[in-house]
């Protein structure tokens, strides 16, 4: 069993080198979540003890990710941040579908090769999922790179009779080579037709067919020669081949959006078991979806929202991460803008909370009562995020703490042990929800760069510029210079200074603790 990395709190004094006991916290710390495989919420743990080998289906890169697609990749965000924080080290991969068939005919409209296509949407995504603190990570397998592994499984499915070559020069995978097919779903596919053919790498179809493992060269089209014949991957051996190539024949988890279930991880399974005659991934992780007025967003409805088109609306991309992160994974979300707001003002009391603590001055001592809400917090919070990752329960205790320690403040009843406790606590939500350190204002800056760049300005909210025109470091001048005008006793300064900052969208104000300021 691995050991616990959580310092103990209930001394009130963080960093006595003190660690919980493991009956009572590691309980709490250990993840529980759904497994789509197992129909049940299972312990989620590492098989070797040591890191856990997790597989992420990512984009495919023919176009900008919506916030639907984002919602899936902050939940595994959230996810991987958890087992870090609870000592677990993760080992994640995530795979970039550089080679399709949108892919193949956008670059053809657009008369240039894939490479060239995919490589402003590959470095978008990675851009947007950095503006939303998704953590990297550890490997990331673009399929255009793993050709040979695809090619080395599907001669691995021929060899073992559950792969034939069509007369076009295709391959195909022979469901009934694997009786097993359905089990992730729970689909009845026992109507299932022998021989019929699907080339689609997504279909809907409750009748299964065999689905193709690569696709023969058409004229005009990116295809590989190889032992197999000339052509190129289809969708779903992609994550096979990388998935198996990083992590071995058997891992801890696999994860993706609610739609991916059936037919891609269905497929997978079957490709992959049929090869090794080992489980594939123990443990199954879908995200469902972001809807817009009870649909799926998506591209094909058209309903759907960039993190960049909300950004130039105005929008800070950490309450974009908060909204998308605070439903539960295993609830649909339906995005609204009242959402967005919500999300915004609740990021403005977790930065102005966090603020007061760091440059408030408290006296030597403690206050029991905050002690022990701080313990209760987090307890409650470690218990949600073990409890199936559930991030609605983990942040009403942080909230609740916030509440209570602003109104002992206020009272003169906030001292340096309870600073330190609810700094600690904050710490761990942070770690995990990652909106307190504010950089809201470079991406906004960045996106209406980009906006300029691609003859987009008309899609930037006027207020925004001003918004964003003065950088922290300039607010922290301006604050400095007026509580320096205010001590001269130049009140018309400080007026001014104040009056400027309101209109640049900063808002100050003065408590005994000093002056702060946030943006409004
Ligand atoms: P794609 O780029 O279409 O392959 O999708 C990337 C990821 O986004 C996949 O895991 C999808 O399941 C997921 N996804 C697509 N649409 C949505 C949505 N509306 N809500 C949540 N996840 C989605
Ligand atoms: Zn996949």
């Not at 689909?187 to 409750?206: F, H, I, Q, T």
């Not at 992780?285 to 409805?301: A, N």
């Not at 209406?448 to 909210?461: F, K, P, S, T």
Request: aromatic share 10%.
């Amino acid at each position: 069993m691995r050991g616990c990395a959580i310092p103990l709190l209930q001394s009130g004094r963080p960093g006595t080198g003190r660690f919980c006991s493991r009956e009572l916290i590691c309980k709490l710390m250990t993840l529980r979540l759904f497994n789509t495989l197992s129909g049940q919420v299972d312990e989620l743990a590492p098989a070797d003890g040591l890191e856990l080998r997790m597989y992420a289906c990512g984009p495919t890169v023919y176009d900008y990710g919506h916030i639907g697609n984002f919602r899936t990749f902050l939940q595994v965000d959230v996810l991987r941040r958890f087992l870090g924080l609870t000592g677990v080290r993760v080992r994640h991969v995530m795979n970039i579908t550089d080679v399709d068939d949108k892919i193949i005919r956008n670059a053809a409209a657009a008369g240039i090769p894939i490479s060239e296509y995919t490589a402003k949407y590959v470095a978008a995504f990675f851009e947007d999922l950095e503006a939303l603190r998704v953590e990297r990570p550890e490997q990331i397998a673009r399929a255009t790179e793993h050709i040979n592994e695809m090619v080395q499984l599907i001669e691995r499915l021929a060899a073992a009779k559950a792969a034939y070559k069509a007369e076009d020069g295709s391959w195909y995978f022979r469901l009934k080579a694997f009786p097993e097919y359905g089990k992730l779903s729970k689909k009845d596919l026992s109507g299932m037709e022998d021989g019929a053919r699907v080339d689609l790498d997504e279909y809907e179809k409750d009748s299964a067919r065999d689905f193709a493992l690569w696709k023969a060269a058409k004229p005009g089209e990116t295809s590989w020669e190889t032992p197999i014949g000339r052509g190129r991957p289809g969708w779903h051996i992609e994550c096979s081949a990388m998935a198996m190539g990083y992590l071995g024949e058997s891992f801890d988890l696999h994860a993706g959006g609610e739609d991916l279930m059936f037919p891609h991880h269905e497929n997978e399974i079957a490709q992959s078991e049929t090869a090794t005659h080992k489980p594939f991934a123990r443990h199954w992780m879908h995200v469902r979806f972001l809807l817009v007025d009870g649909k799926k967003m998506s591209k094909s409805e058209g309903n759907f929202y960039t993190l960049r088109d909300l950004l130039l609306k105005g929008y800070k991309a950490s309450a974009i991460r908060l909204a998308l992160i605070s439903v539960p994974y295993r609830h649909q979300h339906n995005f609204t803008f009242d959402g967005l707001i919500e999300a915004t003002a609740a990021v403005d009391r977790l930065r102005t909370f966090w603020r007061r603590l760091k440059d408030g001055s408290f006296a030597e001592g403690e206050n029991p009562d905050i002690q022990t809400q701080a313990t209760k917090a987090r307890e409650e919070y470690f218990a949600a995020l073990a409890n199936d990752l559930n991030t609605a329960e983990a942040r009403a205790p942080i909230f609740d703490l916030l509440r209570a320690s602003n109104t002992a403040m206020d009272e003169g009843k906030f001292f340096a042990s309870d600073r330190d406790a609810v700094l600690q606590v904050l710490g761990d939500f942070d770690r995990v929800f990652g909106v307190i350190e504010d950089q809201d204002a470079e991406l906004t800056k960045l996106a209406i760069a980009w906006a300029e760049e691609n003859g987009r300005q008309a899609e930037i909210a006027p207020e925004l510029r001003a918004r964003i025109a003065l950088s922290d470091e300039e607010v922290e001048a301006l604050v400095a210079e007026r509580t320096q005008a205010k001590k001269m006793r130049n009140f018309a300064r400080a007026d001014a200074i104040r009056a400027e900052l309101a209109e640049k969208g900063v808002a100050i104000e003065d408590s005994k603790d000093g002056v702060r300021w946030k943006r409004k």
